[in-house]
């Protein structure tokens, strides 16, 4: 069962590209503010502006970023 706080994290972007230093930061924040886990590239609006690849690599940043603390 879920329970806790998930927020969608935002993809923020610099000069037209996925900034991930940016992006590592805010996980980071997330994380260290408590959440019980995270959905990236879901309700912020960006979703439908990003290529296949760039949702994967978000998804994949994101986990290697979180490292253990969601499993």
Do not use: Y
Request: with cysteine; net charge neutral; charged share 25%.
């Amino acid at each position: 069962m879920l329970k806790g706080s998930i927020p969608a994290i935002i993809t923020p972007f610099s000069k037209g590209e996925v900034d991930f230093d940016c992006f590592a930061n805010l996980l980071k924040w997330q994380i260290k503010e408590g959440i019980s886990g995270v959905t990236v590239c879901g309700t912020t609006g960006e979703s439908p502006t990003l290529t296949h690849d760039e949702h994967m690599k978000l998804v994949e940043f994101a986990v290697k970023v979180a490292g253990r603390k969601f499993q």
